[in-house]
């Protein structure tokens, strides 16, 4: 399980773009997420295997985005992430290196 997330320099420069005014990122600093890795730390291998993978507090903000109305439905999830920086920026992945939609499914699987 990946936690920290060194930014490129677009997702950088998208990030200098963010108003400290978004709805979204007012809740989102508004919560606090720690209740999340003891939650899943047993779903996830404590060694590395195969490719490295996303925080579970990402992927939990990005499954909260439905319930927020950002977007209209868990199968457009990861389109929507992927094409819109402002909200890929908000959960904490890099542009254009947005969970696919196997992975959502995935991580809604394993915490039960």
Known sequence: MRI????TFTTYEASLKLQAHDPIKI?????DWSFIH???KDKYSALPQG???YDPISLF????LIYLGEVKSAR?????????GRLCLLCG???LKTPSNGTFTNF???PG
Not at 27 to 31: A, G, K, P, Q
């Open 4 to 7: 920290h997330n060194q930014l």
């Open 93 to 95: 992945f890099n542009f």
């Open 108 to 110: 809604r699987d394993r």
């Open 38 to 40: 003891p939650l899943v």
């Open 51 to 53: 490719a490295n993978g």
């Open 27 to 31: 809740i989102f600093d508004h919560i």
């Open 76 to 84: 457009k999830l990861a389109a929507v992430l992927y094409y819109n």
């Open 61 to 64: 903000k990005a499954q909260l």
